[in-house]
């Protein structure tokens, strides 16, 4: 699944030991970097790559405060900040109307359907639930950590704010399919 793959730093980084968060912050900026290239070689455009560019940057950053001081403020509240980042990401894609799932999904849909009102509008809606998503559990992992920071609490945060949108996703999908196919039957 195509989300997997854009979410894949961000995964590297939730898995990663917390003790360790400078090489998680690491790994995952690798991981975005590769996937940028790998997909750009693929030929896929920025559209398609949002998120995976909006990772390297915050990874970037996030290695870098990570090594220059493994002991920092932000440590506990990284899991706060890498949701509150997605929402960002997301947010401003909904704001600007390129829908950071749009490239997405044009790899697998027709031509014929990306220029449809329609077509924008499924992907606003989808990217809405992944951005209250994103935002839901940028709380949730904001007021974990500022009561201490259980461990598992945030992983079930960081899990369950992955898995319900793509859950949401693929069901709404097919949904949107069933009625297509409905009309031309």
């Known amino acids: 699944m195509m989300y997997v793959r854009s979410f894949l730093p961000w995964i590297v980084y939730a898995v990663v030991p917390s ?3 400078q090489w998680g912050a690491l790994a995952a900026l690798v991981v975005a970097i590769a996937s940028i290239v ?4 693929a030929g ?3 559209d398609a790559i949002t998120i995976e560019i909006g990772s390297s940057v915050f990874f970037a950053a996030l290695t870098v405060i990570a090594f220059a ?4 403020g932000l440590h506990p509240y990284s899991a706060a900040l890498a949701n509150g980042t997605l929402a960002l990401i997301a947010g401003i894609s909904l704001a600007i109307r390129r829908p950071f799932t749009l490239g997405i999904a044009k790899q697998t849909t027709p031509r014929e359907f990306w220029d449809l009102p329609e077509f924008l509008k499924i992907n606003m809606i989808i990217t809405s639930v992944w951005t209250a998503s994103f935002v839901v559990s ?3 992992a904001t007021l974990i950590a500022h009561a201490g920071g259980n461990v598992a609490a945030i992983v079930t945060v960081q899990v369950a704010g992955l898995a319900i949108p793509i859950v949401f996703t693929k069901l709404y999908v097919a949904h949107v399919e069933a009625k297509v196919k409905a009309l031309f039957s």
């Open 19 to 21: 003790g360790s968060w």
């Open 38 to 41: 790998v997909q750009t070689r």
């Open 44 to 46: 896929r455009g920025a």
């Open 69 to 72: 001081d493994p002991d920092s």
């Open 138 to 140: 940028a709380v949730a």
